[in-house]
């Protein structure tokens, strides 16, 4: 397992995937207690002072929205996530979902994060050691999201894999249906980087041929597609999404593009 998150966090996927979590499940808690289960959880916490300033994702990503003139509503909501963990000012720190998940538990949530990696659970378990509603878990997170949300209805589920894999995209979109299926009141969010038209289609295919429509895709493109070996654009695609998605979607997905994006970058968010 080669794939370490360090490099990544912070970067303009993360921040899509972020802001639309962090909408999901204030939507989610306004209907009753949730679940969020996190089948990849990572770290919980990354320090941008290490291998963030090698890759310059992070620069490129949290440092121009935490500078931004103009932030949108859902933006700000991330804004202010990350300004709370860094109270001196200098963006250092920032949070993974299961730190942002963690930190909005009411008395009656709770957060179920699974990490393969053992010494990336052990950050995992440190990170979310002050929240008394969340729980860090070894194992495979595609293993066990179906399992954990048949117990808990009505969970929000995040799929975030590595995509190092080559069945990573089978199986987020065999889980994701899964539960999708199984609970209509569940949520799932599926992560994925958008790198050519090909792959993101047979992943919606393979969503579509296991049964599940009227999913929304939210697309942030940095640039057009025409590279394949770069990530030129990142998805969320949300099973069973609440009303209001597509505007909430369109709103983080639109500043993304438009704000970090090169000439050509587009935000497009529809329903399968
Ligand atoms: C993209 S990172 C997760 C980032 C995290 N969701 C966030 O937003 O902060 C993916 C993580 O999944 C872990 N991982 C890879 N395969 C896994 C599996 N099958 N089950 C659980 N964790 C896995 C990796 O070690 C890595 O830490």
Known sequence: MNYRHSFHAGNFADLVKHALLLWLLER???????????????AGVYDLTGDATRSREAEAGIARLMSAAERPPLIEA????????????????YPGSPLLAAGRLRAEDRYVGYELNPPVLDLLTEALAPFAGAAARGGDGFDQAAVEARKTPGALVLIDPP?????????????GAAVARQDARATVAIWTPLKDMETFDGFLRRLSQSGVNGALVAEARLRPLANPMKMNGCTMVVLNPPAGAEAAASEICGWVANTLGDAGARAEVWTT
């Open 28 to 42: 989610r808690q306004a209907a009753g207690p949730v679940t969020v289960i996190d089948t990849h959880a990572g």
């Open 78 to 93: 991330l804004a202010e996530e990350v300004g709370t963990l860094n109270p001196r000012g200098a963006t250092t720190l």
């Open 163 to 175: 995509f190092e894999r080559p069945d990573d995209y089978i199986r987020a979109a065999d889980v």
